[in-house]
């Protein structure tokens, strides 16, 4: 594999050749769908014979109790948060997304470095730095940017499990009451997303719509990535 995969200089020690998988992510805002839709995909791809693993934010072995902490007690500097969060990322790429794409599988991520990176900046990162700081990333098949407005979210979420402190920005303090706080963080962020999907090609799919409705504009451009794919358990049979 060459350097041109990644967004920088990847992982210079490890030489990746091949990877014959595919890596697709959903980004979004918070209460934008993201983890529903990650699930009925998965069942989808696994029913058409394919193997799926699925990764999100938080779920390296070596970060995840420490992050959970660090975010109960919010005592952690805003570039350590961000370089906790880098940590964790790079775990997750270099031993589950990578391992799993040489293997042929598709991956599925509930969010990206984008998150994080959109996260910094709306929070005063350098946005040269930021973008500097993921150059190990790789580069993946798909961005599926789900994309619903500030009012629709703020609407499910009070109506499902509610807002909490780092979905409302409540350390940038915008408001001094988490739902006005939600409105104004979330647009903030919708804003940058806005900005990353031009830059880095990101494919917008209005979430505001029925659940299904969503499910089905995804999985067409999926089945268009995959078109050449074939399915790893149909390879078992032949």
Do not use: C
């Amino acid at each position: 594999m060459s350097d041109l995969n990644f967004y920088g200089a990847g992982f210079p020690y490890r030489n990746i050749e091949d990877l014959p998988g595919k890596l697709i992510v959903l980004e979004g805002s918070d209460g934008v769908g993201r983890s529903t839709q990650t699930q009925l995909l998965r069942h989808w791809l696994e029913d058409e014979g394919f193997a799926v693993s699925d990764t999100g934010l938080r779920r390296s072995e070596m970060t995840q109790q420490g992050l959970e902490d660090a975010k109960r007690g919010h005592t952690l500097s805003r570039i350590t948060m961000s370089l906790f969060y880098a940590t964790d990322f790079a775990d997750r790429l270099e031993n589950q997304i990578i391992p799993a794409l040489q293997a042929g599988f598709v991956v599925l991520s509930d969010r990206y470095f984008y998150s994080i990176m959109a996260r910094d900046i709306v929070r005063g990162a350098d946005p040269e730095w930021a973008r500097k700081l993921y150059g190990f990333a790789l580069k993946p098949d798909l961005v599926l940017y789900l994309k619903a407005d500030v009012s629709d979210l703020v609407t499910r979420l009070i109506h499902g499990r509610g807002l909490n402190y780092w979905e409302a920005g409540m350390d940038l303090r915008p408001s001094d009451n988490l739902y006005d706080s939600f409105l104004e963080y979330q647009a903030l962020l919708i804003d940058m997303f806005d900005h990353l999907a031009m830059e880095y090609g990101f494919v917008t799919i209005d979430a505001g719509r029925p659940v299904m409705d969503v499910f089905d504009d995804l999985q067409n451009h999926i089945r268009a990535l995959l078109e050449d794919q074939q399915p790893i358990f149909e390879q078992d049979f032949q």
